[in-house]
């Protein structure tokens, strides 16, 4: 299991679930304010990808590189 943390006023994280139970956090994006996050597998590769919503209007679509445990 994997976490993505909406940080209001720094990068968002994404915690990589380990095989012994720990979480290993990823920086995601940049620091522009998220006010807002939507989960969906846009591109159909079976992970979810992360739709953020910007207070600066400036929406991102993040794809989840699920081997990498990185967001593109």
């Known amino acids: 299991m ?14 990589a679930g380990q095989d012994t139970g720990a ?5 995601v994006g940049d620091q522009r304010d998220v006010v807002g996050t ?13 739709y953020g919503v910007h207070v ?3 929406s991102a679509l993040y ?3 699920l081997e990498s445990h990185s967001f593109v």
């Open 38 to 50: 939507a989960p969906g597998d846009y591109d159909g590769d079976g992970d979810l990808d992360v």
């Open 23 to 27: 979480f290993v956090p990823h920086q």
């Open 2 to 15: 994997d976490l993505y943390a909406s940080i209001y006023g720094g990068y968002d994280l994404f915690y």
């Open 63 to 65: 794809r989840n590189e």
């Open 56 to 58: 600066d209007g400036r």
